[in-house]
């Protein structure tokens, strides 16, 4: 992708914004795009070194035109389909949340989505498993202040 984003990458996402829910009017237009930053976690950053970077969500696998002038607007390094709504409701919860993310198909690339998101699913999601594991790890005991 044009941000640096490699196939089997694992991101700490820093923000999360939906790219397909587009109303054109003032105001309501933030509402649309969700905007909700992660919590911050900075000293779980440094200790795993993992990438980061804003992830836009929408509801479809593919991408239309429309959904890359969104992803663009959003700033986004990766993109997803589930991290926004998540987002959301933990806001409206007021529980904090943090999204890994790892990287199956690249989104502006020559392959197919469809075809490239299957070709690599299982190597992703093991690197998404060893990430996750070292991130549940990490975590276990310590106060969000310490993260």
């Known amino acids: 992708m044009a941000k640096g984003a490699e196939i089997g990458d694992v991101f700490l996402v820093s923000d999360v914004?939906?790219?397909?829910?587009?109303?054109?009017?003032p105001v309501f237009d933030l509402y649309g795009v969700g905007l909700r930053q992660a919590f911050s976690t900075p000293n779980l950053l440094k200790a795993l070194n993992l990438k980061t970077g804003k992830l836009s969500?929408?509801?479809?696998?593919?991408?239309?035109?429309?959904?890359?002038?969104?992803?663009?607007?959003?700033?986004?390094?990766?993109?997803?389909?589930e991290g926004a709504?998540?987002?959301?409701?933990?806001?409206?919860?007021?529980?904090?949340?943090?999204?890994?993310?790892?990287?199956?198909?690249?989104?502006d690339g020559?392959?197919?989505t469809a075809e490239e998101f299957l070709q690599n699913l299982?190597?992703?999601?093991?690197?998404?498993?060893?990430?996750?594991?070292?991130?549940i790890d990490f975590i276990s005991g310590k106060c969000l202040s310490e993260l």
Do not use: C, W
């Open 17 to 25: 914004a939906f790219h397909n829910r587009r109303i054109p009017i």
């Open 85 to 107: 709504a998540v987002a959301y409701v933990a806001d409206l919860f007021k529980v904090p949340a943090i999204f890994v993310k790892a990287v199956t198909d690249i989104v």
């Open 110 to 112: 020559e392959k197919p």
């Open 122 to 135: 299982a190597a992703v999601t093991a690197a998404l498993d060893q990430a996750g594991t070292r991130v």
């Open 57 to 81: 969500t929408g509801d479809s696998l593919d991408m239309s035109p429309r959904d890359e002038a969104s992803i663009t607007a959003n700033d986004a390094t990766v993109k997803g389909m």
